[in-house]
């Protein structure tokens, strides 16, 4: 698997797909990837923040461990099988128009986001915080029993 990382993102920042990439200790203040493709890839301990904009991307099988989102839009990206670990996922990020598809969030802080119009299916929430979210038109199919030992506000 290639490593991306601070030091050479640039080379790979424009490509459409990303086939069994991991990314370390990314920290990312600018990036534009629409209809991008993301596959068996791991982001650990990444940064994302200020102008990221990941819409009508599709993840598959992408594991987030210790990530950071600040403002990031992935408006109408698809989520499948995918995992967020230990993740901030704080203030401003829009995810509206997603869909999560098996989807798992453990020990996560999801504060103060957008989530209207999302589809959650079979997506689980562990542990963790939900705050504040925008929920407007979501589209749940159980998600209720999915928030067991996550501390929710509305």
């Known amino acids: 698997m290639d490593v991306i990382n601070n030091e050479n993102f640039k080379e790979f920042r424009d490509q ?16 534009e990837r629409n209809r991008g493709s993301f596959e068996n890839c791991t982001f650990k301990n ?14 598959r099988n992408v594991f987030f461990n210790n990530c950071k989102f600040n403002g990031v ?13 230990d993740c901030l996922i704080a203030y401003n990020n829009s995810f509206s128009g997603c869909i999560f598809y098996d989807v ?22 562990n542990r963790g915080k939900f705050y504040y979210n925008d929920m407007k038109g979501i589209i749940n199919k159980g998600l209720g029993h999915y928030l067991e030992g996550t501390d929710v506000k509305f």
């Open 16 to 31: 459409r797909e990303f086939i069994g990439y991991n990314f370390e200790g990314l920290d990312v203040d600018y990036w």
């Open 46 to 59: 990444c940064r994302f923040g200020g102008e990221v904009s990941l819409i009508d991307c599709r993840f």
């Open 73 to 85: 839009s992935m408006e109408d990206s698809v989520f499948t099988l995918c995992k967020f670990n």
């Open 104 to 125: 798992m969030f453990n020990d996560c802080e999801l504060v103060k986001n957008n989530f209207s119009n999302v589809s959650f299916n079979s997506t689980k929430f």
